[in-house]
C-alpha cells in the first residue's frame, strides 16, 4: 500500500479512527500534521520532541493516533500535565489537543492560568459547540437557545468567549480558525510553532451527529455548508469581534501576537 | 557528606526528596503542608530543579504527572482537603503506572476541618480515595529522621514499581523539631528507573518484568510512547474486553502486593513473648511507645508494633509480631480505621481499639487509662 505522506506521524495500524463520518476533528488534525511536518522538513522541530497531550473527548482520541510521544491524560487536566512536561524537558514541544468541553468547560481554570502565566504550550481548541462523547449535553460554547439533551428548552446561558478569555490573560498567540478552511488551520499552526509562550487556536468543527442532527440538520454537508457560511475571514481582527454568534457568525483570523517572554524565559530555563 | 540539622518533618521531607534526586515540585498552599513547598521553592531550583505554585491541587498532580513522564523525578504534597483534589490525578497515576511522591500531611478533618491540628483520620482517605481496583505503597514516618529516610524510600519504591507512592505524616510531625541526619546523595541508595531493554519498534510502555512492573521510556527519547488512561494492553491500546481488564487490574494490584518485601518495614519493640502488643503508627506511635515503657516498669509485659508502612498491610509482619499476645490493642488517633485491618488479619486474638481523639497528639496518660481498663 503507498504511503500518505503523513503517514509517519500516525500510527497506521490503530486505524479507522473513532470520529463519524462528517465529524471535523480529522481534518483537523490533518491539517496540525501537515504543519508539524513542514517545520519538521525545515529542520526547525525534531520528531522525538514532539508530545501531544489531551484530556477526554472525541477531540482527546487525536492522542492514540499520533505516532510521537503522546498522553491521553484525564478530562480537563491535559493543560497542567502538558505544563509539567515542558517545565521538566524544556526541548520537548508540547501541544495540547481537546474539545471545548474539555478545555473551556472543566479545564477552564487551568486554560485561564496557562494563558497568564504565558506557559510555553501550544494549545488547540476544537469548538464543536457540544458535548459529543457523552451523546449531545450543553458546552460552554454552546449558543444560547440552542437545544441539547440538558437543555431541553433551550440553553438559557451565555456561551464562553475563549479568544477574549485567553488574550485578555496575555496569551503570546491568540487565532480562531475552522475545520471549513484547513489552509488557515495549518498556516496557524506553523505560525504558533515556531513561537514560544503560550498559544491558543481554537478550532471551529461540525458535529454532524450529536450536534447537527439534534438541531435539525439531516445531513452532514448542510452542516459543514451552515458552518462554512457563518466562518468570515478578517486578517488582523480585533478582539471586539470575536464574539462566537450563531445567529451572526464569527470572524476566523489572528486575534493576538505578541512576544512577550515565554514561562521558562521567566524561571530562567531557557 | 551527611550533616546533621534541627529541623521538622516537612523540613526533613524536603530534604530526603532532594537527597534521593528530586528535580520537579508542584504545589498549591494549604495548612499543614505548605513550608514543605516554601523551603523547596528555595531550595531546589539552586539544584537546578523546577518548583511551580499551580492554581490548584489538581493542576499540582497532574504536572507531577507530566514531569515524571518527561523523565523527573516528581512530587507534590499537601493535606486532607487538596488531597481529595488530587485523588482523580492519583488514579490517573496508578494507571499510567507513573512514579511520583506524594506527601498528605495529616490533620483534622471532614472538610476543612482543624487546618493547624493533626489527627489520623486520613489512612483510609490515601488507600482507598480513587475509583477503581488498585493499591498504592503508604508510608508513615514518626519522626523527623524517619520523615527524611521515608522520603527516600518513598522514592526508590515508586521507581522501582513504577507507582505512586503516598508519604503519609501529620501536623503533629509536621512541625516537631528534632535532630535529623541528613545524608548525602553519595550515602544513600538510589533505585533507578528502568530504560526500556528493547528499540522502540519493540517496546511496550505496559509490559511487565518478572516483578510485574514495566519498564518505562520518557517523552523526548523516541519511543513514540502512549501514556494511556483508558484500560489497556500491554502496547498501551484501549482494551475493553474482559480478559485485557482484569490481566491489567491484577497486575496493577499484584505488582504492590506481590512486591511488599520492598515496602513493608516494621519497628518492634519488646514484642518476644510479650501477653500484650500495642500496634500503633505515625505520631501516636511516640506515645504508645511512652505507655509500653510505663507498662513494662509495672512488670506488664507489653510490647509495641510499629508499621513503618501502613499499606499493603503487612499481615504476616503483625502475625509473627503477635504470637504470644493475648491482647492486642490498636492505638489511633480517629475512630477506628487500622483496626479493621488487625481484626481481619487476628482473627483468633482479642483485638481491642483503642480511639483517643487528640487535635495534638493522644498524650500517654489517656492512652494507658484506656489500656489498664482491659488488663
Redesign the interface.
Known amino acids: 500500500m503507498s504511503a500518505h505522506p503523513l503517514d509517519k506521524y500516525l500510527?497506521t495500524k490503530?486505524l479507522p479512527h473513532i470520529w463519524c463520518p462528517g465529524c471535523g476533528i480529522g481534518v483537523a488534525l490533518a491539517a496540525i500534521l501537515r504543519a508539524i511536518d513542514r517545520r519538521v522538513r525545515e529542520g526547525a522541530l525534531k520528531p522525538?520532541?514532539l508530545?501531544m497531550?489531551t484530556g477526554?473527548g472525541c477531540t482527546a482520541r487525536a492522542?492514540?493516533y499520533v505516532?510521537?510521544?503522546?498522553?491521553?491524560?484525564?478530562h480537563g487536566?491535559a493543560?497542567?500535565?502538558?505544563?509539567?512536561?515542558?517545565?521538566?524537558?524544556p526541548?520537548?514541544e508540547v501541544m495540547v489537543l481537546g474539545g471545548d468541553g474539555d478545555i473551556a468547560g472543566i479545564g477552564g481554570?487551568?486554560l485561564?492560568?496557562a494563558a497568564r502565566r504565558n506557559m510555553d504550550l501550544t494549545v488547540f481548541m476544537i469548538t464543536n459547540m457540544v458535548y459529543a462523547m457523552t451523546g449531545g449535553q450543553v458546552a460552554p460554547t454552546t449558543p444560547t437557545g440552542m437545544y441539547t439533551t440538558t437543555t431541553p428548552k433551550g440553553n438559557p446561558e451565555t456561551p464562553v468567549n475563549v479568544i477574549k478569555l485567553v488574550a485578555y490573560q496575555g496569551a503570546n498567540y491568540v487565532a480562531r480558525a475552522s475545520t471549513t478552511h484547513p489552509a488557515l488551520i495549518e498556516r496557524y499552526t506553523y505560525r504558533a510553532l515556531g513561537m514560544e509562550g503560550f498559544r491558543f487556536i481554537e478550532i471551529i468543527s461540525p458535529c454532524p451527529e450529536i450536534f447537527g442532527r439534534h438541531i435539525g440538520f439531516r445531513d452532514p454537508v448542510e452542516l459543514y455548508e451552515e458552518i462554512k457560511k457563518k466562518s468570515k475571514y478578517k486578517p488582523k481582527p480585533s478582539l471586539e469581534e470575536s464574539d462566537l454568534d450563531w445567529e451572526r457568525g464569527w470572524v476566523l483570523g489572528e486575534f493576538i501576537e505578541r512576544n512577550e517572554p515565554g514561562y521558562l524565559k521567566r524561571?530562567g530555563?531557557v | 557528606m551527611s550533616r546533621c540539622e534541627y529541623i521538622p518533618a516537612n523540613i526533613a521531607i524536603a530534604e530526603g526528596a532532594m537527597a534521593a534526586g528530586l528535580s520537579f515540585f508542584a504545589g498549591y498552599p494549604i495548612t499543614p503542608a505548605s513550608d514543605l513547598f516554601e523551603y523547596l521553592a528555595e531550595k531546589l531550583p539552586e539544584r537546578g530543579g523546577v518548583v511551580v505554585q499551580f492554581e490548584d491541587e489538581i493542576g499540582s498532580i497532574n504536572a507531577v504527572i507530566g514531569a515524571a513522564w518527561a523523565g523527573a523525578k516528581a512530587m507534590t504534597a499537601t493535606s486532607g482537603p487538596g488531597f481529595s483534589l488530587m485523588v482523580e490525578g492519583l488514579g490517573l497515576a496508578i494507571m499510567t503506572e507513573t512514579p511520583l511522591v506524594l506527601v498528605d500531611v495529616m490533620r483534622a478533618g471532614p472538610s476543612t476541618g482543624v487546618p493547624t491540628k493533626t489527627t489520623q483520620s486520613d489512612v483510609y482517605q490515601v488507600r482507598f480515595a480513587a475509583h477503581g481496583e488498585y493499591s498504592v505503597p503508604v508510608l508513615v514516618p514518626w519522626s523527623a529522621q524517619e520523615a527524611f529516610d521515608l522520603a527516600v524510600k518513598a522514592f526508590n519504591i515508586a521507581e522501582a514499581l513504577r507507582t505512586p507512592v503516598i508519604l503519609l505524616t501529620d501536623a503533629a510531625l509536621a512541625h516537631t523539631w528534632e535532630r535529623v541526619e541528613i545524608k548525602g546523595h553519595d550515602e544513600i541508595e538510589i533505585v533507578k528507573r528502568r530504560p526500556p531493554c528493547n528499540p522502540p519498534e519493540k517496546f511496550k510502555l505496559y509490559e511487565p518484568c518478572k516483578d510485574l512492573a514495566p519498564r518505562m521510556a520518557y517523552f523526548g527519547e523516541g519511543y513514540g510512547i502512549l501514556v494511556e488512561s483508558l484500560a489497556h494492553d500491554e502496547e498501551g491500546y484501549y482494551s475493553p474486553n474482559t480478559e485485557a481488564y482484569e490481566r491489567l487490574v491484577r497486575r496493577l494490584v499484584a505488582k504492590i502486593e506481590r512486591n511488599s518485601h520492598l515496602i513493608a518495614d516494621n519497628e518492634e519493640y519488646l514484642t518476644r513473648g510479650a501477653e500484650y502488643v500495642i500496634y500503633a503508627y505515625g505520631s501516636t506511635a511516640r506515645s504508645a511507645y511512652a505507655v509500653v515503657k510505663e507498662l513494662r516498669r509495672e512488670g506488664l509485659r507489653v510490647g509495641l508494633f510499629r508499621p513503618r508502612a501502613l499499606w499493603p498491610f503487612d499481615a504476616e509482619g503483625l502475625k509473627k509480631a503477635t504470637e504470644s499476645a493475648k491482647k492486642v490493642f490498636v492505638v489511633e488517633n480517629n475512630l477506628g480505621k487500622m483496626v479493621r485491618e488487625v481484626e481481619r488479619v487476628l482473627k483468633n486474638k482479642e483485638v481491642i481499639p483503642i480511639n483517643v481523639i487528640d487535635l495534638e497528639v493522644p498524650p500517654p496518660d489517656k492512652i494507658s487509662e484506656e489500656i489498664r481498663r482491659w488488663l
Open positions: 500510527v490503530r522525538e520532541n508530545v497531550v477526554i492522542a492514540i505516532s510521537f510521544d503522546s498522553a491521553h491524560t484525564i487536566r493543560i497542567p500535565f502538558a505544563s509539567g512536561a515542558k517545565l521538566a524537558n526541548k520537548l481554570n487551568h485561564l492560568h524561571i530555563r
